[in-house]
């Protein structure tokens, strides 16, 4: 498996669909790599030389911002909105879901799963 900014990308895909296994890599960034270096898309992932895999990865440190520092910068704008307390801010802060989503019914996967809170005893069960 080929090696690019410390992430095995798999042999049997093509390149443009290999990079996309590097965080922060989508479908467009990865078709322009393989347009900037004159790689073809169909070319598979284990037919690239050691010169082609140089280059993706001199060119992914220079123009991309990928893996540990996208999370990175992902998390510390995170934390700059809590600090401010923006709405959105607190919406994080508090797990619920930030983008205008109702939060009623669906938003199970921002609040985790139903806590049940036990509701009224009817007049019936209490003789």
Same mark, same amino acid.
């Given at each position: 498996?080929?090696? !690019?900014? &410390?992430?095995? /990308? ?7 669909i290999a *990079? =996309?296994y590097?965080h #922060?890599? #989508? @479908? +467009?960034?990865a078709k322009d /790599?393989? +347009?900037?270096?004159?790689i073809?898309?169909? !070319?598979k992932?284990?037919d690239?030389?050691?010169?082609? *895999?140089?280059q993706i990865a #001199? %060119?992914l440190?220079?123009?991309? !911002?990928i893996?540990?520092n %996208?999370? =990175?910068?992902?998390q510390?704008? /995170?934390a700059r909105? $809590?600090?401010i307390a923006?709405?959105?801010g *607190?919406r994080?802060r508090r &797990? %619920? @879901?930030v $983008?205008g989503?109702?939060t009623k019914?669906n938003? $199970?996967t =921002? +609040? #985790?799963? $139903? ?5 009224k +005893?009817s007049v019936?069960e209490m =003789?």
């Amino acid at each position: 498996m080929p090696r !690019v900014a &410390g992430v095995d /990308i798999p042999n049997d895909k093509p390149v443009w669909i290999a *990079l =996309r296994y590097i965080h #922060g890599i #989508g @479908p +467009k960034f990865a078709k322009d /790599i393989c +347009k900037n270096l004159g790689i073809e898309d169909t !070319v598979k992932a284990k037919d690239l030389t050691e010169d082609q *895999l140089s280059q993706i990865a #001199g %060119l992914l440190t220079n123009d991309y !911002v990928i893996e540990g520092n %996208l999370r =990175r910068q992902t998390q510390q704008h /995170i934390a700059r909105l $809590r600090d401010i307390a923006c709405y959105r801010g *607190l919406r994080h802060r508090r &797990g %619920l @879901p930030v $983008r205008g989503q109702r939060t009623k019914t669906n938003a $199970r996967t =921002r +609040k #985790g799963p $139903r806590k049940t809170v036990a509701g009224k +005893k009817s007049v019936k069960e209490m =003789r």
